[in-house]
Structures are given as C-alpha cells and as structure tokens.
C-alpha cells in the first residue's frame, strides 16, 4: 500500500497523480492483460506500472537535453 501522501491532483475529481515524486509511481502490480489506463495510456508508462487507474505522465527526455 501507499503510506505516504500520494500528491494527487484534484482529489475529488480525477485522480491524477502529479508526478514522478508520488510513492504510486511505478508502485503497482504488473498485470500483463492491463496494458493501458483509465484514460488509455500505455502502462507501464516508466519502469513498472503505477498504482491507481492513471499512469503518471512522463518527462520527454529528448525535450530536456
């Protein structure tokens, strides 16, 4: 489970996790048959699936260098 503040973005609404610094990226159970969100995002989107029905969006390497 997640102990610590997940840092959920609008919390009554959606759910979406905020960023790579919530305990529920890359937290969850790889299932092979789940292979997109809630919203239809491939998952894993990072190194393993993250916890919840929404995968965090992920920074664009290419982007930042």
Known sequence: GVYDDPELENP???L??????SPCV???????E????????????GSG???GAHEAP?????SIL
């Open 12 to 14: 009554t609404g959606n």
């Open 16 to 21: 979406d996790i905020t960023g790579s610094a």
């Open 26 to 32: 890359d937290a969850g159970v790889t299932l092979n």
């Open 34 to 45: 789940v292979d997109r969100d809630y919203n239809g995002t491939a998952r894993p989107a």
């Open 49 to 51: 699936h993250d916890f």
């Open 58 to 62: 992920q920074a664009d390497v290419g």
